[in-house]
């Protein structure tokens, strides 16, 4: 069984910076498909960035595309997602998430998720 533990979440201000820190355990962290969500109150749960399996390759939504990219932490199996020029609009609960479907978009193709980390951007 996978566990995903998030951390680095935090009150920042526009312009600012910050990391988050996605820990995987429980399987081979290569085999699965890697994202971040969020969720903002009152909205649905959006996809912001995922690595791909085998290729490792990134994506971004568009509204972080330029400002977020996610690095990975092979030796202690971690997933970053690095934010810089934070906006108030970025303010949510951040999840990550694995999976090992293919190709995987939507939150309801994934299976396994870590509780969340509160990011808040002040203006």
């Known amino acids: 069984q996978v566990q995903l533990v998030e951390s680095g979440g935090g009150l920042v201000q526009a312009g600012d910076s910050l990391r988050l820190d996605c820990a995987f355990s429980?399987?081979?962290?290569?085999?699965?498909?890697m994202a971040w969500f969020r969720q903002a109150p009152g909205k649905e749960r959006e996809f912001v960035a995922r690595?791909?399996?085998?290729?490792?390759?990134?994506e971004y939504s568009a509204s972080v595309k330029g400002r977020f990219f996610l690095s990975r932490d092979n030796a202690n199996n971690v997933l970053r997602l690095h934010m810089n020029t934070l906006k108030p609009e970025d303010t949510a609960v951040y999840y990550c998430?694995?999976?090992?479907?293919?190709?995987?978009?939507?939150?309801?193709?994934?299976?396994?998720w870590g509780r969340g980390t509160q990011v808040t951007v002040s203006s």
């Open positions: 998430a694995a999976s090992n479907r293919d190709n995987p978009m939507r939150p309801s193709d994934y299976d396994d």
């Open positions: 429980g399987r081979t962290q290569s085999r699965y498909y």
């Open positions: 690595v791909t399996r085998i290729t490792f390759a990134t």
